[in-house]
């Protein structure tokens, strides 16, 4: 038997977490069954496991998750992410003062189990950057093993034969919903994450506590963000903004743009970065939706584009917005794109100029992380980065 203490956010530099934990289980490969038993869970959490859900459902992996709904930890959208995964999903919940409040997640194939058991919610600070406590136990599967005792403890739960196990359906989320038992993602982040719900007005502290450093998320775990933004929607009669939600992915992309004549508002990106990006294989044209992030926090129209490949084997793809209606900048600084992956085939963008704020701390950044790397003839810089740093230097972009 192998037994480890998962330690996380306390000692950072040892980077461990949850989070690294499962990642490592699910990409040994070794393992044909995963369930999940946690009390609550966001949008966060639950959208770092979908690639490896998705990933392990391909292989035959047999999945199962119980979720609890109590204290309104668990938003609409974890739930409703869940139920995107295709598994067998539940909740537990009754009308009792007792909640739900396991965290457990456990890895099986025929002959050994890993078991994690400890104080991590299926939430990005739980999984990664709250300071937690578990225990990894790994054995062979046999009757005197910790494995026959948590199936014997757990067996209603795990065969799905007790009372107050609820199917997972979109009904019974829109049901939680305006029961108000769940609220929404937002809300769970506001009360849960950053504790802003109820928050008083501004008075002299009693005591005044320091910040400690957040623990960084571990190679392979990638939460979505869910963001509210402000789309401009344009009829004949009227132009109106509406209030959507967005789900964004991990992938940025920070991108120098060429001068390119008095058509600099096709940008211009390598075959490299078309590929792991954009998604764009040798060959074929790429069909895309992008939409602009304004400098006032709003979306412009979606606009559809497919990539152009050139002569000098690069792709293009038009940008329009305010920016590229503008010269293109004098001097050695030049416009710096930054993109947003939300999926596939939709994409978020937004073009910083030297006169922008915000432009320095970008530039800064992407010429540090790509100093010591071979760069485009034409000497333009590109990086592809984590959302969560861009966030950080640029928190004013809806991402």
Excluded at 6 to 29: A, M, P, R, T
Excluded at 101 to 122: A, C, M, Q, W
Aim: include cysteine; charge should be neutral; hydrophobic fraction near 35%.
């Amino acid at each position: 038997m192998e037994t480890i203490i998962i330690g996380q956010g306390y000692n950072i530099e040892e980077d461990s977490s949850v989070g690294k934990e499962l990642v490592k289980q699910f990409e040994s490969n070794i393992y044909d069954s995963f369930t999940c038993l946690v009390a609550f869970a966001s949008y966060g959490g639950v959208s770092a496991l979908t690639e490896y859900i998705e990933e392990g459902k391909a292989k035959g992996m047999k999945i199962k998750v119980v979720l609890g709904v109590d204290q309104k930890a668990t938003s609409k959208e974890a739930l409703e992410e869940v139920l995107t995964w295709d598994i067998d999903a539940r909740i537990y919940h009754t009308s009792s003062n007792n909640i739900f409040h396991p965290k457990v997640y456990l890895f099986e194939n025929r002959d050994i189990f890993t078991l994690i058991v400890g104080s991590n919610n299926l939430t990005v600070p739980g999984l990664v950057q709250n300071i937690e406590c578990s225990l990894l136990i790994k054995d062979t599967i046999d009757p005197s093993s910790v494995h026959d005792d948590f199936y014997r403890y757990w067996k209603g739960i795990l065969e799905g034969t007790e009372t107050h196990l609820y199917p997972l359906t979109q009904k019974l989320i829109e049901d939680l919903y305006n029961d108000k038992i769940i609220t929404s993602e937002e809300q769970r982040s506001k009360r849960y994450d950053d504790g802003t719900d109820k928050k008083e007005d501004k008075k002299k502290e009693t005591i005044t506590f320091e910040k400690a450093t957040i623990q960084k998320f571990p190679d392979g775990f990638r939460p979505k963000r869910l963001v509210k933004v402000k789309q401009v929607k344009t009829t004949k009669k009227v132009t109106k903004e509406v209030e959507k939600s967005v789900k964004i992915g991990s992938a940025v992309l920070i991108a120098e743009i060429p001068r390119g004549g008095n058509r600099w508002k096709q940008a211009n990106f390598s075959k490299e970065v078309f590929h792991h990006f954009f998604g764009v294989e040798e060959g074929q044209k790429n069909h895309i939706k992008m939409t602009n992030i304004k400098k006032d926090g709003t979306l412009g129209e979606v606009a559809k584009r497919v990539s152009v490949k050139v002569k000098s084997h690069n792709y293009r793809y038009e940008l329009l917005c305010e920016e590229t209606k503008l010269p293109y900048p004098p001097g050695n600084d030049r416009p710096i794109g930054i993109f947003v992956k939300v999926d596939d085939r939709n994409f978020l963008y937004q073009l910083l100029m030297p006169s922008d704020d915000a432009y320095g701390k970008i530039k800064g950044y992407l010429y540090m992380e790509t100093d010591d790397k071979k760069h485009r003839a034409d000497g333009m810089r590109r990086h592809i980065a984590d959302v969560e740093a861009i966030h950080a230097l640029y928190p004013e972009l809806i991402i």
